[in-house]
């Protein structure tokens, strides 16, 4: 089977969807199938960054007008067309014809757009781009979510049938495991980490819904709960906002906080692997990759109880209330206590996710080639049917 894979625009740095579409091609190689990774080029967006003001509209210009030429050639190649991240399902409008799916890893933006969650308000142009992209959605063939709960928020605000809508779990884009305790220690000593001393993990970047001045006041007050002042804080991500900036220094923690960026995958495994435990107190997520990252290497999580963080946390992870601190460091400071005993359960629930994500799309793939060529012989018999009913002119 030939595979194009539809990947999103490298200037937009959107680097979980681009190791989606690269474990994508992986899979489906060693699977005996070929595939393509195709993605809009940064021509005019490589003037100015994509992120805002008019380097955006250059990264408009590249997406959609340019790369739609590019996108036609390709698909001629393709028995299937898998649109990787749902934010270019604007692209479905050119795959009427050829069997699609597109994966859906969360509804946030949309409904941000629709106005559902009032602390992430989204500006006219904004509105009008996810009112596309939904529209996109509506048109796609089939759609896989990566939760039940995107898939849930999915079926409410678009309409979508049910049929038209499958779950297929993330499955883990890297190879995390518990790391040999010589070797984590090593490298938590290039990342001025002290390998010696127990320490809580964040990872994730500065995006609203991660909630990561709440995992520092969560922190301030576990400190104080906590007798062991030897309790540190890393995170893992974006650089820090000035308002977290602030915090640390308000709150005395600039000896006792960590901020590390662009941390390399063995060393993010490292810090996995030695951490007490990685706080997640997410107020959103479409599936929450490092949930399942921290348990495959045996760290213990803790998490909203709030889906889909339950939903793929499972039995093996703490939850704690995300909007109040107050709650979560208590329930924290009792977790400390035992906490060492969850690695176990951990990794067997992280064992969930390992592999079958490749598996299911493949299975989706054959059923959208079928849907596809039942349409086309439907259509076949109907323009067959019609031109034997039509009636003739007698020729004199």
């Known amino acids: 089977m030939r595979v194009l894979l539809i990947g999103n625009y490298e200037s937009d740095g959107q680097e979980s969807m681009q190791r989606f579409a690269a474990f994508m091609a992986q899979g489906l190689r060693q699977a005996g199938h070929e595939a393509r990774v195709v993605k809009p080029r940064a021509s005019l967006g490589q003037l100015l960054p994509s992120g805002e003001g008019f380097g955006k509209w250059l990264g408009y210009v590249d997406k959609f007008a340019s790369f739609p030429f590019v996108l036609k050639s390709e698909i001629k190649w393709a028995d299937v067309v898998h649109i990787c991240d749902h934010s270019n399902s604007l692209y479905t409008k050119y795959l009427w014809l050829v069997p699609h799916v597109v994966t859906c890893h969360d509804l946030l933006a949309v409904r941000s757009a629709l106005g559902e969650i009032p602390q992430n308000p989204t500006r006219w142009t ?3 781009l996810q009112r596309l992209i939904l529209k996109g959605l509506t048109e796609a063939q089939h759609i896989a979510c990566v939760s039940d709960a995107t898939r849930d928020d999915l079926l409410r605000v678009a309409g979508i049938r049910e049929q038209r809508v499958s779950r297929v779990y993330n499955s883990l884009n890297y ?3 518990p790391m040999e305790k010589y070797e984590a220690v090593r490298r938590l000593d290039k990342l001025s980490v002290g390998s010696s001393q127990p320490f809580l993990l964040h990872v994730g970047g500065n995006q609203w819904y991660k909630n990561r001045l709440g995992v520092l006041c969560i922190f301030s007050i576990l400190r104080k709960l906590t007798r062991d002042q030897t309790l540190t804080l890393v995170m893992v ?6 308002e977290m900036r602030q915090f640390v220094v308000e709150k005395r923690m600039s000896d006792v906080t ?3 960026t662009a941390v ?3 060393d993010l495994r490292a810090l996995y692997s030695t951490a007490t435990m990685m706080l997640f107190p997410s107020l959103q997520e479409g599936f929450g990759w490092p949930i399942v990252e921290a348990q495959a290497c045996g760290c213990p999580v803790a998490t909203s109880r709030r889906s889909p963080m339950d939903e793929v946390g499972g039995d093996a992870a703490i939850y704690i209330d995300p909007e109040n601190p107050e709650s979560a460091a208590a329930i924290l400071h009792q977790a400390l206590v035992s906490v060492a005993g969850m690695r176990e359960s951990s990794i067997a629930n992280a064992a969930r996710f390992r592999s079958g994500m490749v598996g299911s799309y493949l299975s989706l793939y054959e059923k959208v080639r079928c849907e596809k060529a039942a349409q086309r012989t439907s259509e076949l018999n ?4 019609r031109q034997s009913t039509c009636p003739r002119s007698g020729v004199q």
């Open 258 to 260: 960590l901020e590390l």
């Open 382 to 385: 109907e323009a067959i049917t």
């Open 175 to 177: 190879p995390y495991s």
């Open 126 to 128: 904004g509105r009008q």
């Open 237 to 242: 991500g974006k650089p820090w906002t000035a």
């Open 264 to 266: 390399a995958e063995e």
